[in-house]
């Protein structure tokens, strides 16, 4: 499990950012993101990781085309194509505003558990708080328990204040009881949402 105070905010250049392949120029990030699909080949990364001055570079697969897993590329994350928004605000960490925050060493790390990731969330509204947190929590631990087999994992969690200490030790046991064996590379954000009355958990997994 990886957490602690989270300053990274303080610096305006996002740490991830989706680049397109039409794009004029390539603002600068640490996280270069792209959708496998807008035709990027290998020279096409090369510029991309030269011009945005990226530290690494994930793809964003969202559809079942077959693509090339070239070694510029650090990561695969597979989501849908309405998702493609909510796996790059999970990956910019300099957005966490809260007490627990990771950094993009972090994520650097995350992405050596595997090639290939997969991405969840779950999300409820009402007027409870720790009803909210219960439900999401049930929701994403059963979306979790799924999967094949779990090498990694990688939590975002969005409420409209900062969370005390005890709603995310609630949580991390929630998900490292069911992943006992990979404790250590599970990393956590903590991040603020405008949205009233609601409570998110977001989510990407290394699997087989």
């Not at 006992?180 to 990407?204: G, Q, V």
């Amino acid at each position: 499990m990886k957490y602690h105070l989270d300053e990274s905010y303080i610096d305006e250049t996002p740490n991830a950012f989706l680049y397109q392949r039409t794009m004029d120029r390539y603002p600068r990030s640490a996280i270069g993101c792209f959708i496998i699909s807008e035709d990027w080949d290998e020279q096409a990364l090369l510029e991309l990781k030269e011009k945005s001055e990226a530290w690494f570079l994930v793809g964003l697969h969202i559809n079942d085309m077959d693509f090339d897993r070239l070694d510029i590329i650090e990561g695969i994350v597979k989501c849908q194509p309405d998702e493609v928004k909510a796996v790059t605000e999970l990956l910019n960490v300099n957005a966490a505003s809260t007490i627990i925050g990771i950094d993009v060493v972090d994520i650097k790390s995350l992405f050596k558990c595997g090639n290939l990731f997969q991405f969840i969330q779950a999300s409820a509204t009402g007027d409870s708080e720790s009803d909210l947190i219960k439900v999401t929590t049930y929701e994403l631990v059963n979306q979790l328990s799924k999967a094949r087999h779990t090498k990694g994992l990688f939590i975002g969690m969005e409420s409209v204040q900062s969370l005390p200490i005890e709603v995310f030790a609630y949580i991390a046991d929630a998900f490292e009881e069911l992943l006992p064996n990979i404790s250590e590379n599970i990393y956590y954000r903590s991040s603020m949402t405008n949205e009233p009355n609601s409570f998110h958990l977001k989510a990407i997994y290394a699997e087989e």
